[in-house]
């Protein structure tokens, strides 16, 4: 009897263990769920436990398999892996949410007018910092002078950035505290003359420097509370991991430590501002890797932008009798490049004009040996001259664009470069054929910060209003899967990160987001307005709309 007792005993806890579900932390059901691998699955639910997927599948059989402490019912939404965006700029953003907005001014007077309304709110201010404005937006869209802001802030010095950060416009007074009283030559950068040949408030590319440099730094709390601000944007458009592209020692020692903290929860991919300091000191530390925070890469500036005639060019400008410049010299690029090919850095160089791009491209192939492991990325790759485009093929370079770049700049790109030459600009199928690959992202706070934004821009080729009709170089658009890929495997693959995120597979970090519409199969029109649902980082919702 006591036998057949403990055979029973033995059938039973078999049976029940064979039976009980496994207990899981998070169980999400009912979805449609792009998991991005490489066969672009689609399934119904998933689980979640310690923060990584443990299993995908139908509803019914995650249902069956596991018992959660939460489940979601999607009621049919669709969820994505965790956006990327594979380039941008954290500090700036955030910087920007206290400075003065001038994203779409059409004049220097509402420039006046926005400044005026900003000098009123915060009457202590000792400086006035805005960016934003765009010359290329206004009926004369020649450069401002400092003229038309001494007049309103005589005793306050102000400091405007370009939308592209690559150029200022700055009073007399800033001017004055920079010690900048005649025209000079800087190195990678250009002091517009006034009429009268003195300086007239309008500094490009390095030499914003020369001004900037006398901006008082912001205090740890302000900067970590407007670092929390810009946070809370990017998680409820979806975003789970940004790219810094380009960060100074002190920026990064602050990120280690709000990090360390648990302060900020967003993902973030740093690059090393290239210059001299930075480099040699992180070449002796080495690579700096923690949960949410990896920083293991350079960047470098090649040259400037498009809308500031700072871009480098093969040949002259169509509307300027310029070919824009590099940041530093061939001889200089050289050397650093030949420096970090020797180092496991990954390097990352900002390159818009064409004679930029095949610089670098041709200094990448000299010194990089097994390229395809370094996954060294030009940043922007905006105009590349015919017979360069191979080059990303041939040394192995992944391709970092901004599909947004391609639908702000085609109102006035064919007045920079002309028609042929534009034709070789944004051409992002070209740059996909040849390396196989394309990390997206939007340069923020250059271009909105929504990744929909780009996902609409790299589909369609239009802007928010459906213009062009027809799209703007459309042999250059994305199919959806490319686009999708594009803020997801591919740019975790361009940081190194494609076996833990970038797609939704057993054993990856549970970082996606839930759509209240699906991105691969709305009316072009509708893909703007679609709206971020959820955002879940690590398995943890870390934004929800109410």
């Known amino acids: 009897?006591?036998?057949?007792?403990?055979?029973?005993?033995?059938?039973?806890?078999?049976?029940?263990?064979?039976?009980?579900?496994?207990?899981?932390?998070?169980?999400v059901y009912n979805a449609k769920i792009y998991t991005v691998d490489s066969s672009f699955t689609i399934v119904e639910a998933l689980a979640v436990k310690n923060g990584v997927f443990v299993d995908m599948g139908s509803s019914?059989?995650?249902?069956?398999?596991?018992?959660?402490?939460?489940?979601?019912?999607?009621?049919?939404?669709?969820?994505?892996?965790?956006?990327?965006?594979?380039?941008?700029?954290?500090?700036?953003?955030?910087?920007?949410?206290?400075?003065?907005?001038l994203n779409?001014?059409?004049?220097?007077?509402?420039?006046?007018?926005?400044?005026?309304?900003?000098?009123?709110?915060?009457?202590?201010?000792?400086?006035i910092i805005g960016g934003g404005w765009d010359q290329n937006l206004w009926k004369s869209n020649g450069y401002p002078t400092k003229d038309s802001l001494d007049k309103y802030f005589p005793e306050t010095p102000v400091f405007l950035s370009r939308v592209d950060y690559h150029a200022a416009f700055v009073n007399s007074k800033a001017l004055e505290l920079a010690q900048v009283d005649s025209l000079f030559q800087v190195e990678g950068g250009l002091i517009i003359a006034d009429s009268t040949g003195a300086p007239s408030g309008i500094l490009i590319d390095n030499a914003m420097s020369l001004v900037s440099q006398h901006i008082p730094l912001s205090e740890e709390r302000t900067l970590l509370l407007r670092l929390r601000r810009a946070q809370d944007s990017l998680l409820s458009v979806?975003?789970?991991?940004?790219?810094?592209?380009?960060?100074?020692?002190?920026?990064?020692?602050?990120?280690?430590?709000?990090?360390?903290?648990?302060?900020?929860?967003?993902?973030?991919?740093?690059?090393?501002?290239?210059?001299?300091?930075?480099?040699?000191?992180?070449?002796?530390?080495?690579?700096?890797?923690?949960?949410?925070?990896?920083?293991?890469?350079?960047?470098?500036?090649a040259d400037g932008a498009l809308g500031s005639r700072g871009a480098c060019l093969l040949d002259h400008y169509q509307d300027a009798p310029t070919r824009g410049f590099l940041l530093h010299s061939p001889a200089q690029f050289d050397e650093v490049i030949k420096k970090l090919a020797a180092t496991d850095f990954q390097v990352n160089t900002h390159a818009i004009g064409d004679s930029a791009n095949r610089l670098i491209l041709d200094s990448y192939g000299k010194y990089l040996k097994q390229p395809e492991e370094?996954?060294?990325?030009?940043?922007?790759a905006q105009i590349i001259a015919p017979n360069d485009f191979s080059k990303f093929d041939k040394f192995h370079i992944i391709p970092s664009v901004q599909p947004t770049h391609a639908t702000s700049d085609m109102y006035w790109a064919a007045e920079r470069l002309g028609a042929?030459?534009?034709?070789?600009?944004?051409?992002?199928?070209?740059?996909?054929?040849?390396?196989?690959?394309?990390?997206?992202?939007?340069?923020?706070?250059?271009?909105?910060?929504?990744?929909?934004?780009?996902?609409?821009?790299?589909?369609?080729?239009?802007?928010?209003?459906?213009?062009?009709?027809?799209?703007?170089?459309?042999?250059?658009?994305?199919?959806?899967?490319?686009?999708?890929?594009?803020m997801t495997i591919w740019a975790a693959y361009s940081c190194f990160q494609e076996r833990q995120r970038g797609s939704i597979e057993r054993?990856?970090?549970?970082?996606?987001?839930?759509?209240?519409?699906?991105?691969?199969?709305?009316?072009?029109?509708?893909?703007?307005?679609?709206?971020?649902?959820?955002t879940v980082i690590a398995g943890k919702t870390e934004f929800e709309r109410r």
């Open 1 to 27: 009897m006591k036998f057949i007792y403990s055979l029973s005993v033995i059938a039973f806890f078999f049976l029940h263990a064979c039976t009980t579900n496994k207990e899981v932390d998070l169980i």
């Open 60 to 101: 019914k059989e995650i249902l069956r398999k596991y018992n959660a402490k939460e489940s979601i019912d999607a009621a049919g939404k669709p969820i994505y892996p965790g956006f990327y965006d594979a380039h941008a700029h954290f500090f700036m953003f955030a910087d920007l949410l206290d400075q003065v907005d």
């Open 104 to 127: 779409g001014v059409k004049s220097v007077s509402e420039i006046v007018q926005r400044l005026q309304l900003y000098q009123n709110a915060h009457p202590d201010s000792k400086w």
């Open 238 to 301: 979806g975003l789970t991991t940004i790219v810094d592209a380009g960060l100074t020692l002190e920026q990064l020692d602050y990120l280690k430590k709000f990090y360390e903290q648990d302060s900020l929860k967003i993902r973030d991919y740093a690059m090393i501002a290239g210059n001299p300091l930075s480099i040699d000191r992180y070449l002796k530390e080495g690579f700096y890797n923690s949960e949410r925070l990896t920083i293991r890469s350079i960047k470098l500036m």
């Open 374 to 380: 370094r996954r060294w990325r030009i940043e922007h």
């Open 420 to 486: 042929e030459r534009l034709k070789n600009a944004y051409a992002y199928k070209e740059l996909l054929k040849q390396y196989g690959m394309l990390a997206l992202g939007s340069d923020f706070p250059v271009e909105h910060f929504n990744p929909l934004y780009g996902f609409h821009a790299a589909v369609a080729r239009v802007d928010k209003n459906g213009f062009p009709q027809g799209g703007f170089q459309m042999e250059n658009a994305l199919t959806r899967e490319e686009a999708l890929r594009g």
């Open 507 to 534: 054993g990856k970090d549970a970082d996606f987001v839930i759509l209240d519409d699906d991105i691969m199969s709305a009316a072009f029109d509708d893909l703007r307005a679609i709206k971020t649902l959820r």
